[in-house]
């Protein structure tokens, strides 16, 4: 895995996406009710773009790949003519066999869905890059927008509802700003859950959730927390969008749940709710809007109190992500996703995803606001819930 070859790499998958090779240009104001009242309003544009960056970093260290994935994780991509994603090539020497690539990606313009997709082609580009197929996106233009390609949201007109918090400990912060505890299920581990999923007449979104929802009721004893969750809208779209399409075609829907409740009980809760708040409070439950004053009146304190920590949960499940092993001359280790924490984010981040049938489990946080023995006790008071689940 040479420089060389990963941008061959970026330069295939910039032209196969038009939105890669789109900037962010800030032009004209728009008008809010709510503060500050006057915002910048942002457009992608395609002239111009400049190439994905890409680095290499070469050093022999056993932990430079994980510094170097702590140092991404802190840096927002930046703005101007450089696209929406960028890369860091990691290698112990020149000449290694084993190199670590990390991708950031802004989550404007991909979702779990896309950015999985986008690793997917760039390994099939990497084992025979002589003869990949001539990247499609040349000809095409920008996929649509979500609020252009969305029917209007629904509205209950509910007042608005808190944020229920996890307990925040206050410890120092380190070298080390997003932690992470990965928990994994092989293939009859995962048959079993998804069996058990549908004769329970529930989600698996719903069950993983409901798992780390219980374990963190019986960590910390609370039972009432709000949940986010990620909806893919794609099949909403009018036209519905394509599900090759690369773009960020997701809402993040608050619900909120008694969480000392049976799990499969739990388990429906999440589900129904969310098909609940999609039919008939779209726009209350959305976390993707500009705040209004309730909201900002609500959760200004305790945003402060409780260093910018939101939601008890926020949970992707990204599905079957179709990664294989073997890729020409190159064999896939391992692939980790990491969604950054440190400055603003939830008490616990849930990603789950498939590869190969394997159910995967990622719990991402910040260790200056959740000690490391809860994030692990937490997920693995999960793992263990899912792997013994309840007939």
């Known amino acids: 895995m040479t420089p060389e070859l990963v941008r061959r790499g970026l ?54 790949g994980a510094r170097v994935l702590q140092e991404e994780l802190r840096r927002p991509i930046a703005a101007g003519l450089q696209p929406r994603m960028r890369a860091v090539l990691v290698r112990p020497s020149e000449n290694a066999e084993k190199a670590q690539l990390i991708i950031c990606v ?53 007042p608005y509802e808190p944020m229920i918090r996890l307990p925040v400990a206050k410890l120092p912060k380190s070298d080390v700003g997003t932690a992470l505890e990965k928990r994994k299920f092989d293939k009859a581990e995962t ?5 058990q999923v549908k004769s329970h007449q529930t989600t698996l979104h719903g069950t993983i959730a409901a798992a780390v929802l219980t ?23 009018k036209p519905a969008v394509s599900m090759d399409t690369y773009g960020c075609y997701i809402d ?30 779209h726009a209350g439950a959305s976390a993707l809007k500009r705040p209004t004053w309730e909201m900002i009146w609500a959760e200004t304190v305790p945003l402060l109190k409780n260093r910018f920590r939101g939601d008890g949960l926020v949970i992707t499940t990204a599905g079957e992500i179709s990664l294989g092993r073997h890729y020409g001359p190159f064999i896939l280790e391992e692939i980790t ?25 990622s719990l991402c946080y910040a ?25």
Request: with cysteine; hydrophobic share 40%; glycine share 6%.
């Open 11 to 64: 330069d295939w998958l910039q032209d196969e996406h038009p939105i890669l090779r789109a900037h962010a240009v800030r032009r004209g104001l728009g008008f809010t009710s709510s503060p500050p009242y006057l915002y910048r309003r942002v457009y992608f544009e395609t002239r111009g773009t400049e190439p994905i960056p890409l680095r290499s970093h070469v050093n022999p260290h056993p932990t430079a």
């Open 367 to 391: 260790p200056h606001c959740l000690a490391q023995e809860d994030a692990a006790a937490i997920a693995e008071i999960a793992a263990a819930s899912l792997r013994k689940l309840p007939g």
């Open 252 to 281: 993040v829907l608050r619900t909120r749940h008694r969480i000392d409740q049976p799990l499969w009980a739990l388990s429906r809760d999440v589900a129904f709710k969310l098909i609940a708040a999609l039919a008939r409070d």
């Open 191 to 195: 048959e079993f859950i998804k069996s």
């Open 106 to 158: 802004d989550h404007t313009i991909a979702d779990a869905h896309s950015a999985m997709r986008s690793i997917r082609q760039l390994l099939e580009f990497f084992a025979d890059p002589d003869g990949a197929p001539p990247p499609r996106g040349r000809q095409s233009r920008l996929p649509p927008a979500l609020d252009t390609a969305m029917p209007r949201k629904t509205a209950s007109g509910r």
């Open 215 to 237: 374990a963190i009721h019986h960590r910390f004893g609370v039972t009432e927390l709000t949940c986010l969750s990620s909806v893919d809208l794609r099949r909403q779209c």
């Open 337 to 361: 996703g990491m969604i950054s924490q440190e400055t603003l984010g939830a008490g616990l981040f849930c990603l789950a995803l498939e590869k190969q049938g394997e159910l995967e489990i």
